[in-house]
């Protein structure tokens, strides 16, 4: 007896969901490989260009370059009529434009420049776990026993990694992985706060409108080093690395991330970043020769060890901690 038509009706559009279902999975995970290598990559770019043009000059224009990309991200997406966010808020966003552009970037791009492109990889990864401690201080989670040791070992694990650094007295590299440190602090917080900004108004609004309130500030203060620079006379592979670092591996891979996690969640997504130091350490490796001692190999393991158990020792859904990531910029 062949089949009821309207049987082959129901079945078909479940069987090109369910196609359509895997392919945008599998396309999700070949974007997010390709994005932790353009982000692993990324150290290596911005520290060919921090010096060629300073720090500073690299944050000046920058943060020229970001308001206009967010202004016709929103014009995209919304036409002129955009989201309108109440005064409270504003408030809000302005601080997190602050604590993740004016103070994490900024302490970000100095802490790169003083370090090495592994060792900035490495110090950033260790994010969650200042996400975590900041929801215990609010009393918003409780560690359990195993997130306890893997704060712990997160933090031994960075005392060997900077051990050759701090043995040896090179104070410069040093004090940048200590930048770092404090720069990580920072985007926990942002994570923190934007949260329930995010679940009010969506990721891309809250985004672009941190970028649009955190830009005039870091125009401010990296005035005089952007001043400095003879921007008529910047080779053409400074502004190529510049404008990578910037719209490619900043602006649009936070986009395509966002992404990511809507097709495979967050939870399924975060651990791919503990791919990023290697690959950081490797580029890094391959094209100025740094190199790496057992001891600092071994140090990044359990430091990377240490935050993966803080942030996956939990079996409550949804947690904050586990479905933070590491701050690339």
Known sequence: MPPRSDTLASVLPAESRRREHQARQKWAVWAAFALILVWGANFSVQKAVFEALSPGGFLFVRYLIMPIAAALLLYWRHGSRWPRVGRAD???????????HLLHVGLVTYGIHWSTAFSSSLILAVGPVFTLLILRAHGLERLTRAQVLGV?????????????????????ASGGDLVLLVAAAFFSYYTVAAKPLIERHGGVTVMTY???????????????????????????????GMLWAVLVSAFLGWLIWGWINAVRGVARTAPLLYLMPPIAGLVAWGTTGEHYTAVKIAGAMLALAGVA????????????VRESVAPVD
């Open 90 to 100: 504003l408030r809000q966003l302005l601080r997190l434009g602050i604590a993740g």
């Open 152 to 172: 712990g070992l997160a933090c031994i694990g960075v005392l060997v990694f900077l051990s050759d650094k701090l043995q040896g007295g090179q104070w410069r």
């Open 210 to 240: 941190a970028v649009l309130l955190g830009a005039g500030p870091v125009v401010l203060v990296s005035l005089p080093a952007g001043l400095q620079v003879d921007w008529l006379n910047v080779r053409p592979i400074i502004w190529a």
């Open 309 to 320: 158990l803080a942030q996956y020792a939990t079996s409550a859904p949804h947690d904050p």
